[in-house]
């Protein structure tokens, strides 16, 4: 049985396919675009999932879409008549999408597949709940899911049991925790849908001196954790801005323009919404426990993307455990309606061990042979050194304790926001000088950005007040007092956005970090994505070279393949590789 979930047309478009219930491939467009949070129909992803199932489109039983465009499209309708005659400009740019490919669907999925069988639509968040529920370990559990909006749900939760899942309750639109912190995310400076991880690296930074003016003027904000939002001052129902002037005139002030100097008044009007943000997401968490009484709990959507506020529901909510998509946004919509159609509609049985989720460590993408590698360094003349997988791990462990910089590209390609190991920028943490390069001289990103680091799992409480797993980088907690000598990962409020690692789900990479623990006594490295800003994480070993010259790491490994930067003088004199590179 072959089942094709799609999810496209908004941001961070994708593919997946599940073979039998089990996830075989799932990966982002603009992996393959090259256009970050590619919102295109996703033809790349969806070629590359069939060709990791070894099928063609006419061998689909099924491809099922995300969520139902008809009722998004009511609601956008809806919203513009209740507005009206504001918000014509919005509604008049949105409808030509809408007219051409939005309700239409079926016929481009058929279309752009050539594909004749059934095509299913499940609603957004059912697709959410789907995706939080079904790959985790829980026989049984509660899920939340919190985003920007859906058809007309913003957020929702109920209970997963066996092969089913019912939502029980849901908040609905304009009124949204996604949306409220997109707003924002736009009125400090920082691109809606994509600059929400800024606003929340930079929240520590600032103190929360706005939050009882957010509480009183912006929201009615109930103890379950419910809310009504005051409209007065949002534009994202009858403009092309997420906030209007009454906001403005709030908060002492237009949005900062992008680019430009961010102040302490910035910091701390990020330090106020993160605050909030947290009290609603904690809030509902306990309400869902409360009338769940389920001992487990899920978590997708945008929202549950906030590491730190999953943190605090952790240790702060009465749930015993947590779960969370590691591609809780968009994507993961991908996989949660193939994943509901196998087990809800076809009524398959679900079988999980209480321990082990069925994400694949989230290691869904397109992988590259040592073969293809070699073959591409030769042919583009490339200089290299080719080492025996047993002495890899050794060899780079010795390079991270000298101080170097090093791009890791290894096996799958990670399935949703986060490096995991595969496709990773890695250093050492005890560097104090880490966090600045790697952001200046290798990110081309913002300062105050913190790295997080991959940690191995039997080690994570003794560095930080953490007793469980985190193997998809999701929680925030903070790093032991006496551990404070890693100022790398470390944040200004002294916590770490943490990745636990086992060695049975990436053994290369576990042995790494071991091996720099034996040499160094730190069970941990720096991890962040193989990427420079602006651009997605690199796929192929040629967009890693380019990423490795045009930016100062020292090393890259490539398979098993060692690249050292101090050999790649001809490359660098090279006039056409200049061009490509865009070297001074």
């Known amino acids: 049985m072959n089942i094709l979930g799609i999810s496209c047309f ?105 594909y004749k069988g059934k095509i299913l639509f499940t609603e957004h968040h059912e697709s959410h709940a789907a995706s939080a529920f079904f790959p985790s370990p829980f026989k049984r559990a509660a899920f939340l899911t919190m985003d920007g909006v859906g058809e007309w749900d913003t957020a929702s939760f109920g209970v997963g049991r066996d092969n089913e899942i019912e939502i029980q309750y849901s908040l609905k639109f304009p009124h949204s925790l996604g949306l409220l912190y997109s707003a924002f995310t736009y009125y400090t400076g920082f691109k809606v849908n994509s600059g929400e991880y800024k606003l929340m690296g930079l929240a520590p930074y600032g103190k929360p001196k706005y939050k009882n003016l957010i509480l009183d003027k912006l929201l009615d904000l109930k103890a379950d954790g419910s809310f009504k939002m005051n409209m007065r001052y949002f534009g994202y129902c009858n403009g092309l ?74 240790r702060e909510s009465p749930f015993k455990e947590i779960w969370i998509q590691p591609a809780s946004g968009d994507a993961g919509g991908a996989l949660g309606a193939a994943l509901l159609l196998w087990y809800k509609y076809l009524q398959n049985p679900r079988v999980v061990d209480g321990k082990n989720d069925l994400q694949k460590s989230s290691l869904l993408g397109p992988s590259y042979s040592d073969t293809h590698i070699e073959s591409f360094l030769k042919k583009e003349n490339i200089p290299y050194k080719e080492l025996a997988y047993l002495e890899l791990p050794k060899v780079t462990a010795e390079l991270i304790s000298q101080g170097n910089i090093i791009g890791w590209f290894q096996g799958r390609l990670e399935f949703g926001p986060r490096a995991l190991g595969a496709r990773s920028i890695i250093g050492d943490a005890r560097d104090p000088q880490m966090q600045s390069k790697m952001n200046l001289k290798i990110k081309y990103r913002e300062s105050f950005r913190p790295f997080a680091p991959t940690v191995l799992k039997e080690r994570v409480s003794d560095w930080f007040a953490l007793n469980r797993e985190s193997p998809y980088m999701l929680l925030v907690a903070p790093v ?22 086992k060695r049975e789900d990436q053994p290369l990479y576990y042995d790494l970090i071991n091996a720099f623990y034996e040499k160094t006594g730190c069970p941990l490295i720096i991890n962040t994505s193989f990427n420079v800003r602006g651009e997605p994480l690199v796929c192929t070993p040629a967009e890693a070279f380019r990423c490795f010259m045009r930016t100062e790491m020292d090393y890259l490994v490539l398979g098993k393949f060692l690249l050292a930067k101090r050999e790649q003088e001809r490359i660098k004199k090279d006039t056409a590789w200049q061009k490509e590179f865009a070297l001074d």
């Open 10 to 114: 908004y941001h961070d478009s994708a593919g997946c396919l599940v073979q039998d219930g089990e996830i075989i491939a799932a990966a982002q467009e603009e992996r393959f675009s090259r256009k970050k949070h590619d919102f295109n129909f996703p033809s790349n992803a969806i070629k590359y999932c069939l060709a990791q199932g070894r099928i063609k489109a006419e061998e689909l039983d099924y491809v099922v879409f995300y969520d139902k465009p008809f009722i998004k499209f009511e609601r956008i309708l809806e919203t513009y008549l209740m507005y009206a005659p504001g918000g014509i400009r919005q509604f008049i740019q949105a409808m030509p999408l809408w007219l051409k490919q939005k309700l239409w669907i079926p016929e481009l999925i058929a279309k752009e597949l050539n």
């Open 241 to 314: 801005r997420m906030t209007n002037s009454r906001f403005d005139r709030l908060f002492g002030g237009s949005a900062r323009r992008p680019e430009t100097k961010i102040t302490q008044k910035d910091m701390d009007v990020a330090a106020s919404i993160q605050a909030v943000t947290e009290e609603i997401m904690l809030k509902m968490a306990c309400h869902v426990h409360k009338l769940t009484g389920e001992d487990n709990l899920c978590l997708a959507g945008g929202v549950a993307l906030n590491c730190v506020g999953n943190g605090r529901i952790l």
């Open 480 to 501: 032991k007092e006496d551990k404070r000598m890693i100022p790398a990962v470390t944040h200004v409020d002294y916590s770490a956005r943490i990745q636990t690692l």
